[in-house]
């Protein structure tokens, strides 16, 4: 009985605190979302004008020109879409894409820590959030989802056993990140990193078979946008 009282106080008290981060994340990006930032800064403006652009069809990168990889573009251009040309659906999916990253997190932390000190880390990263933003609509913060999933799903297979599935997965998230923007591969980079030296420190070069599943997630989102450019 104690044992499954313990159990449901700690379900309790995970629901809680996914619950805190859902009303939480919309209240601190508030300092972000058109009703407080009247006029978007210039790398978020380029971003708006060419999703703009596209919803207009224009063609990217022919038409339309910045030098960033596809996938920010695209988000501003679904972003404006929902919210029918307002800059308001376009901070609705920066709540979408925050939110996601902080559950990612916490699900992550979880695995090794309790709720309570999961629960200080969060909430400390999410009320510095503010300082790092620099008025949002930037290419970091779409990659956070992305990024945790990386981690996440690469600790789940040193728990759980490395499948190809997962190290597919993961290397889908690291492509994502990385097709934001190119120098947000470096959390793939530190994974691929920890299994090269691992296998040389083990000697278990066996085990260097897990990049290629992750190869083969980025090489799959990367074939899928020269294909879409191609048909362009």
């Known amino acids: 009985?104690?044992?499954?009282?313990?159990?449901?106080?700690?379900?309790?008290?995970?629901?809680?605190?996914?619950?805190?981060?859902?009303?939480?994340?919309?209240?601190?990006?508030?300092?972000?979302?058109?009703?407080?930032?009247?006029?978007?800064?210039?790398?978020?403006?380029?971003?708006l004008y060419t999703g703009w652009r596209m919803l207009e069809g224009d063609s990217l990168?022919?038409?339309?020109?910045?030098?960033?990889?596809?996938?920010?573009?695209?988000?501003?251009?679904?972003?404006?879409?929902?919210?029918g040309g307002s800059v308001w659906g376009v901070w609705a999916l920066q709540v979408v894409f925050v939110l996601a990253a902080f559950v990612l997190a916490a699900v992550l932390l979880l695995q090794f820590s309790s709720v309570l000190e999961t629960g200080w880390v969060l909430f400390a990263g999410l009320f510095t959030l503010f300082f790092v933003l620099h008025g949002g609509n930037f290419t970091e913060e779409y990659a956070l989802p992305f990024?945790?999933?990386?981690?996440?799903?690469?600790?789940?297979?040193?728990?759980?056993?490395?499948?190809?599935?997962?190290?597919?997965?993961?290397?889908?998230?690291?492509?994502?990140?990385?097709?934001?923007?190119?120098?947000l591969i470096g959390v793939g980079i530190a994974?691929?990193?920890?299994?090269?030296?691992?296998?040389?420190?083990?000697?278990?070069?066996?085990?260097?078979?897990?990049?290629?599943?992750?190869?083969?997630?980025?090489?799959l989102v990367t074939v899928l946008w020269i294909a879409y450019f191609a048909v362009q």
């Open 191 to 219: 994974i691929g990193l920890v299994v090269v030296l691992r296998a040389v420190f083990t000697r278990d070069f066996r085990s260097l078979r897990r990049l290629v599943g992750m190869a083969a997630g980025f090489g």
């Open 1 to 47: 009985n104690d044992m499954n009282e313990n159990v449901n106080t700690g379900k309790r008290s995970r629901v809680i605190l996914f619950a805190l981060l859902a009303v939480l994340v919309p209240m601190v990006l508030v300092v972000v979302s058109p009703a407080v930032q009247g006029t978007p800064g210039r790398d978020s403006g380029i971003y």
């Open 147 to 183: 990024q945790f999933g990386a981690l996440l799903l690469f600790f789940l297979g040193e728990r759980k056993g490395h499948t190809f599935w997962r190290n597919f997965a993961t290397g889908v998230m690291i492509a994502l990140a990385f097709h934001l923007r190119q120098n």
């Open 61 to 83: 990168y022919s038409e339309v020109w910045d030098h960033k990889p596809p996938l920010i573009f695209f988000i501003e251009a679904a972003g404006l879409g929902l919210g």
